[in-house]
């Protein structure tokens, strides 16, 4: 009986000591995942942009916010084949609905079973298809410049020559990542460092810090994908160091603060974009097929069958 027990005490203590190894191996799975999902929106991201030289708006501004730029790219087909590797095959009605559900699972991050309480409290009329509770779908936000055509956007003043950017570095300018939202409005860590997760402000704490990291140590993570198409990881530590260097990593323009936002222009002498309205058009200015609402308005989302 003593041998026994110390077998089983032996076992005991040997799965102690695995538990944590596993779940770290497990989390670093969903993050690598995460990744993929990433680069898979990128390629169709530079699709789209390729074709209409431009980036598809946010979310269709609804009440409640149902469809997404990643829907977009869903309708636009530049998701190709999604992650099941075969065409799209027009002529089976059934097989084509699953291949579409497919490629909506690439706007979903694996760490992201639920949403965040932040996104909850900000949408809770939405039904979140995967959870059943409240909250906006997909894992994903945009950034707010890149999708709203902010280096094509005329400045008032300068004889209305674009506002551009003011550096050249595509490989540190977010083009999406980990969110609460379906954009990005700025780096800010708000929200992890006050625990407030039902922070209403529009503009701040849009990124998912919480979503690849440990919450208990005020320690989180979110997965970022650049306007050259790689993908990196990026630690936001409370009470610790700034967690992105604004010189390197950014939404907008090279030294942006974490909170920068449309509204921060006037008293830090940020030029930050202006955005296009939630409207059908813009004067030309902004393709209609890469506006959600355009899609909403006008009842064009053919190809979406898992909404």
């Not at 027990?5 to 995942?33: C, D, G, K, N």
């Not at 894992?139 to 950017?165: K, Q």
Request: some cysteine; aromatic content about 10%.
């Amino acid at each position: 009986m003593i041998e026994l027990l110390v077998v089983v005490a032996v076992i005991a203590l040997l799965v102690a000591l695995m538990l944590p190894s596993l779940a770290a191996a497990r989390e670093q799975a969903r993050r690598t995942q995460c990744s993929a999902h990433l680069r898979s929106l990128g390629l169709a991201l530079e699709t789209v942009k390729t074709e209409y030289e431009f980036y598809p708006f946010w979310d269709d501004g609804g009440t409640p916010i149902r469809y997404t730029w990643v829907d977009v790219l869903i309708q636009q087909r530049a998701l190709g084949s999604g992650v099941t590797g075969s065409p799209l095959r027009e002529s089976n009605a059934g097989a084509r609905a699953r291949q579409i559900r497919d490629q909506a699972r690439v706007g979903y991050c694996p760490s992201d079973s639920l949403p965040d309480l932040r996104n909850q409290g900000r949408h809770p009329d939405l039904i979140h298809p995967r959870s059943g509770g409240p909250g906006i779908d997909y894992s994903y936000g945009i950034g707010a410049p890149l999708s709203s055509g902010g280096w094509a956007r005329r400045s008032p003043n300068a004889g209305g020559a674009p506002a551009g950017f003011r550096d050249s570095l595509p490989s540190s300018r977010i083009l999406a990542g980990d969110a609460v939202e379906s954009v990005i409005f700025n780096l800010s860590g708000d929200a992890l460092l006050n625990a407030d997760v039902n922070e209403r402000d529009y503009f701040n704490n849009t990124v998912a810090w919480r979503r690849h990291g440990n919450p208990a140590a005020a320690r989180g993570g979110a997965n970022f994908l650049f306007q050259d198409g790689h993908v990196g990881h990026r630690t936001f530590l409370a009470n610790g160091p700034l967690p992105i260097n604004t010189a390197l990593t950014f939404v907008w323009q090279q030294g942006e603060p974490l909170d920068a936002n449309p509204n921060s222009a006037p008293h830090l002498g940020y030029s930050y974009p202006g955005t296009p309205p939630l409207t059908v058009s813009e004067g030309g200015f902004f393709p209609d097929r890469l506006y959600p609402r355009w899609y909403t308005t006008n009842r064009g989302w053919t190809m979406i069958r898992h909404k």
